[in-house]
């Protein structure tokens, strides 16, 4: 027996839902990588490292350890800021991926249970 009827596809509405508090958490954090939420603003972690004196300054610390201290910090933000617009890429991914509606018969109709 099958149906024409359709339903909203219950992963669709978890991947959305998903996506959304991604999205916030990472506006929340300075990050905003969803093309629906870009801004000309840099991100948080971004706006303090441009400014390289913020680890190894003359009130702080300074030399070749601060100097390295920075690089390294600089470089462990990038990754992290990576791994961000990878997360928020591969739900939007998904999301393309999945249909939004599904046959209401069908075992996608019934997930996570079916």
Known sequence: ??????????RY???TSLQSLVTSKNQELGF???????????PL???FLAEPSSIDAEDTWTGNLASQQAYDTRTEVDTL???F????AQIETA???TPEDVPADSEEAQWPHG
């Open 1 to 10: 027996m099958s149906s024409d009827a359709s339903v909203t596809n219950p």
């Open 13 to 15: 509405l978890a991947l």
């Open 32 to 42: 905003s990588f969803s093309s629906a939420y870009m801004t000309n603003e840099p």
């Open 45 to 47: 972690a971004a706006a």
């Open 81 to 83: 800021t990576g791994v």
């Open 85 to 88: 617009a990878d997360l928020e």
């Open 95 to 97: 999301i393309a991926n």
